[in-house]
């Protein structure tokens, strides 16, 4: 993965001597608090209900076993031994204080993370597939163009106070979409053109939120080397053009609908012509360079374990579930690519304790070259697991709570943090997922399910993604009290929706009751091998209806 | 006009003033033997009239089309951008746009909701004086204006972004 140089340790270190300064400025009164609120946000550090909040960047989900380490030392020193991996890859603190974040900020410097603009209206973390690198199916890795964008969006001078936040992902995978390309503010496909030139198709205008979108393709096909001059274009665009007039409105989803997709990408292609040869435009020595940091690891030379698996998986049905669910194909013969889940039942998905993190950094230095990957589910990937150590690996993880078996199941829900943190949220989520997973507690039922996505966000702010879960759970406060509000058809990959809202909502405690019955639905209706998906997408929303309101 | 920051953070005082702009019914009143900054629409409406004048500059509100200057930008002494509030970003797009696509070289004024924090930005997109709101200590402006040693992008300020720079 990406190491820093002498320019990026500067970076670091300046940075860390300006948020010094300006945090010692506020605490002094020099800075009014809507002054402070715009940089401490470009430092990820929200103002919680019961203390600050500190989101930390992990760029595209990449992490070395040092950087787990010195989080878990963090949590334990700063907070209170526990931290939380976002829907967005990035990695947040409930209970610093505002007189410590600097001194959090400089150890983080010394294992080269930091936590800017993982918030306010600036270019954020720049995310993308969890699988990089190590699928057979992606044209090329994309991490080399996250950390290029990741670069350039640093600090740009133009774009640090843009009408509204501002997020890019990146996909590389013909086949699969785990990055939800066409629900970010940009969305970049890579692709090769017919004359088998590497580039993108570039989507602009994606999102969840308020008013969530799945975005239109403003240009089929950029040139490589194009990438960041386009990009500079279409935030230009929206820097000018974007309304400032009202934040429920300022996203770049909204200017691109009312322009029309077709005139918004004319405005971008009119900025894009005067700056397309500037010194911006990347060079294939920049690209190179930055792809040498993404090399493959020292593989052994190997055959596909298959017997042995084979074996392991007759003697153990435990761990032919986990194998099946939890464990995908790797590139490279006798691998594969393993995903943690932090989805135990009990525990708030996503939650780890500062132990679990040394844990993880232990399993990445044993078994998978010492780097890990968060994923935007909440879980953790070790990507590059040798077959023969699979079964080992998985008693190792058993005890931890790492081998939950339940991978794109129902119960693996995405789940912002909800009103138990969130001084936004309407509802708390965390114990309807809770509740859900206490339900759906036998692992054979959720097989025969098969994959299901179940999103729970605490308000519409959409932190949980329930705009794009098959089954969406949205938080919603009616006179005081917390209601849930239930979509259904969303997804958030190639074949990319909306959920519709299906009707009223309901009270905390009939949630379970009311997944069951939308659940006996898909059961009864389904034809063999149909996804929950599917089968909504052939039956419509009304049979769903009507057993939920009977 | 008080006290103005300088790109190097030293403090010269200065006597342009900005004439905001008048009411719909309204003419512009430009005060006599006073240096002014004007609207940049109305200076060009008046052009016959002030072209060519040393004490006649313009500023442009942040929701105004700085194209609207193209090819006569270096007639003015002075450019001012305002920003209505600190948040509003679009000012920093104005700027490079008077710079880098109109080739601006006098003085780019930053006004309005100048603070102390934003300065780094503005320096980079092409602004060489910041007049900071009166209640800011400008005796922190120079170090504000150099937190960081360089930047990743370029911008006004270098046309060499990092890569190119690592590559040489």
């Known amino acids: 993965m990406y190491v820093y140089d002498e320019h990026d340790r500067q970076f670091a270190v300046e940075r860390v001597a300006q948020f010094r300064d300006q945090t010692g400025r506020a605490l002094a009164g020099e800075l009014e608090e809507d002054e402070f609120l715009p940089l401490r946000l470009q430092n990820g550090l929200y103002v919680q ?26 949590t334990r020193d700063y907070d209170k031994g526990y931290a939380h991996f976002t829907t967005r890859q990035n990695v947040q603190l409930n209970w610093p204080e505002l007189k410590d974040v600097p001194d959090i900020l400089a150890e983080l410097a010394e294992v080269e993370m930091h936590a800017n603009q993982t918030s306010g209206n600036c270019i954020r973390n720049t995310t993308t597939d969890q699988f990089s690198g190590v699928q057979a199916d992606e044209l090329v890795d994309p991490r080399p163009y996250c950390e290029i964008i990741r670069q350039w969006s640093t600090f740009h001078p133009e774009f640090a106070f843009l009408p509204r936040k501002f997020k890019i992902a990146v996909n590389s995978s013909e086949k699969t979409d785990r990055a939800a390309i066409q629900v970010h503010d940009i969305g970049l496909q890579i ?12 989507h602009v205008g994606g999102g969840l939120g308020r008013t969530p979108m799945v975005s239109p393709v403003i240009r089929e096909f950029l040139p490589e080397l194009d990438l960041l001059t386009y990009l500079e274009a279409v935030l230009r665009v929206y820097n000018r053009y974007g309304r400032r007039d009202n934040k429920f409105k300022a996203r770049i989803k909204i200017l691109v609908k009312a322009l029309t997709p077709a005139a918004f990408a004319e405005k971008v292609e009119a900025e894009w012509a005067h700056i397309k040869d500037s010194p911006t435009r990347l060079t294939h020595d920049a690209i190179e360079r930055i792809q040498a940091y993404f090399t493959e690891p020292d593989y052994a030379t190997l055959n596909n374990a298959t017997d ?9 049905r435990q761990f032919d579930q986990w194998l099946t669910h939890n464990v995908d194909n790797h590139k490279k013969p006798g691998y594969a690519i393993v995903t943690l889940t932090m989805k135990k039942t009990g525990i708030p998905p996503g939650d780890v304790t500062d132990r679990q993190l040394e844990q993880i950094a232990d399993l990445a230095d044993n078994y998978s070259f010492g780097e890990v990957r968060v994923t935007h589910q909440q879980n953790v990937v070790l ?14 993880i058993t005890p931890m709570g790492f081998a939950t078996a339940n991978l794109n199941m129902l119960t693996d829900i995405i789940c912002c943090p909800g009103g138990d943190y969130c001084a936004l949220a309407n509802a708390k989520s965390i114990p309807v997922a809770e509740a859900i997973q206490r339900r759906f507690d036998d692992l054979d039922y959720l097989y025969d399910l098969g994959a299901i996505d179940l999103n729970i966000s605490g308000c519409m702010n959409a932190c949980g993604h329930h705009h794009v879960g098959n089954i969406g759970v949205l938080g919603v406060d009616k006179k005081g009290e917390e209601f849930y509000q239930i979509s259904l058809g969303g997804s958030s990959h190639h074949d990319a929706s909306i959920g519709k809202i299906l009707g009223p909502s309901f009270a905390q405690e009939d949630m379970p009751d009311v997944v069951s019955k939308i659940i006996d639905v898909y059961v009864e209706k389904r034809t063999e091998e149909e996804s929950f998906l599917e089968t909504y997408r052939r039956v419509g929303i009304e049979p769903f209806k009507e057993r939920v309101y009977a | 006009m008080p006290d103005l920051i300088t790109l190097d953070g030293s403090i010269r005082n200065d006597d342009w003033a900005v004439v905001p702009r008048p009411a719909d019914g309204d003419s512009l009143a430009v005060p006599e033997g006073q240096r002014s900054l004007i609207p940049a629409d109305l200076w060009l409406a008046g052009h016959e009239h002030y072209a060519g004048r040393e004490d006649i500059g313009v500023w442009f509100d942040s929701h105004e089309e700085p194209e609207v200057l193209a090819g006569k930008v270096n007639e003015l002494p002075v450019i001012a951008v305002n920003f209505p509030k600190f948040s509003d970003g679009r000012g920093y797009s104005i700027a490079r746009l008077l710079r880098e696509r109109f080739g601006y070289n006098n003085e780019l004024r930053a006004i309005g909701d100048v603070l102390l924090d934003q300065l780094q930005f503005m320096k980079r997109c092409g602004f060489d004086t910041f007049a900071l709101r009166e209640d800011k200590d400008i005796t922190k402006a120079a170090k504000c204006l150099n937190f960081f040693s360089q930047g990743y992008q370029a911008a006004t300020d270098t046309d060499e972004p990092l890569f190119r720079r690592r590559a040489s």
């Open chain 1, 191 to 202: 692709v090769r053109n017919e004359a088998g030139e590497l580039g993108f198709k570039v």
């Open chain 1, 308 to 316: 042995l698996l084979a074996e392991q998986r007759f003697e153990n």
């Open chain 1, 383 to 396: 990507a590059d697991v040798r077959q023969d150590q699979l079964f080992e690996l998985w008693q190792a």
């Open chain 1, 49 to 74: 209900r019961l203390a600050p909040m500190l989101r930390i960047a992990v760029p595209y989900g990449m992490m070395r076993s040092a950087q787990l380490r010195r989080l878990a030392r963090i």
